[in-house]
């Protein structure tokens, strides 16, 4: 994924099925300076992680 979508992904109200490492996950933050994401898990929203966008899929 690149970051211009992840920040779009990231400002929507819908939400977007988004793979990280097999698992469907929520974008809470964009760090386009960085090319960083902060997420979660979708059934561990308080188990936050900073992950590179590269590694984040759409589906």
């Given at each position: 994924m690149d970051a211009q979508r992840a920040q779009e992904i990231?400002?929507?109200?819908n939400m977007a099925n988004i793979i990280y490492n097999g698992k469907n996950v929520y974008i809470e933050h964009v760090d386009q300076?960085?090319?960083t994401a902060?997420?979660?898990?979708?059934?561990?929203?308080?188990n936050k992680q900073s992950v590179s966008i590269s590694?984040?899929?759409?589906?």
């Amino acid at each position: 994924m690149d970051a211009q979508r992840a920040q779009e992904i990231s400002n929507s109200t819908n939400m977007a099925n988004i793979i990280y490492n097999g698992k469907n996950v929520y974008i809470e933050h964009v760090d386009q300076e960085n090319g960083t994401a902060t997420i979660h898990n979708i059934d561990e929203p308080n188990n936050k992680q900073s992950v590179s966008i590269s590694d984040l899929t759409e589906q």
